[in-house]
């Protein structure tokens, strides 16, 4: 049986609960072969191009509440990062290199030369080894919501009850097979209590958990993203630029902004 060449379903945006009145008229779910992967893309709106990076363990329906707004001013794309939600899903590249990479090749079928960026949680590291390597694409870069190792300090292994359940699934997360097994059939428990945690006082609504614990059930490899970082090349840009001011992606792009204001 031979996938869509269309998204549709869970995962697409014909498929996704609770959008934004009008969020179909001005968005589309479309797959983009990258050459080595099947990307799957949400795009809509007019202007410029600005690239979404969600974090763990979201889908580009992170972002649905903020696109229509963006889309008044940018061509936005929203993607499904390697090994989640529709996307493809192979077995191996899920170092931030690869991911960034995956991201270029994505905006080059897009036909976006330069584009701006923003990344959250663990796309905060794979948008700013993009804006390192990658310099002469990134016009613009906004990060947020992450330690970025090499810089930020990991976290001490015992910590408060409200931190502890907020954070120790970066740990469990880099055990090599056993999280697979304890997860598997029990989603709902173990993504519930993540949503449940790191929303803190402003909880998600049940729809959109229930969505997201739904595409997760799917078939997929764990969350590699999260097993790479402690050792990811990346972390040697981050200390290059601590050291280099020059070298931070994230300052340069800091200076160019200031064109755009």
């Known amino acids: 049986m031979t996938s869509p060449s269309t998204p549709e379903g869970p995962g697409s945006v014909c498929g996704a609960p609770n959008l934004p009145a009008g969020f179909t008229g001005t968005f589309a779910s479309r797959y983009v072969d990258t050459g080595e992967l099947r990307l799957h893309a949400v795009t809509g709106g007019d202007g410029p191009p600005l690239l979404l990076v969600h974090g763990w363990p ?42 960034a990479s995956d991201l270029v090749k994505l905006m080059d079928a897009l036909g976006h030369p330069r584009f701006a960026l ?33 810089i930020s300090p990991s976290p001490p292994l015992f910590l408060p009850p409200p931190l502890n359940a907020m954070l ?26 993540e949503f449940d945690a790191s929303a803190g006082t402003r909880k998600l609504p049940d729809g959109a958990v229930k969505y997201y614990i739904d595409t997760l059930k799917r078939p997929r490899p764990p969350a590699r993203q999260l097993r790479v970082l402690p050792r990811d090349p990346h972390d040697q840009r981050a200390e290059r630029a601590a050291q280099d001011p020059a070298a931070d992606p994230a300052r340069a792009r800091h200076r160019r902004s200031r064109k755009f204001r």
């Open 58 to 99: 979201q889908t580009w329906y992170q972002f649905r509440l903020i696109m229509p707004g963006l889309a008044r001013d940018f061509s936005v794309v929203a993607v499904d990062q390697r090994g989640i939600g529709l996307s493809d899903k192979p077995p191996g590249g899920y170092d931030t290199a690869t991911l």
């Open 118 to 150: 923003y990344g959250t949680d663990v796309g905060m590291p794979i948008a700013y080894a993009l804006a390192a390597d990658h310099r002469d694409r990134v016009d613009r870069l906004v990060v947020s919501e992450a330690p970025l190792p090499g």
């Open 168 to 193: 120790w699934h970066l740990a469990f997360n880099q055990l090599p097979k056993i999280n697979e097994q304890l997860v598997t059939g029990r989603e709902d428990i173990f993504f519930g209590a």
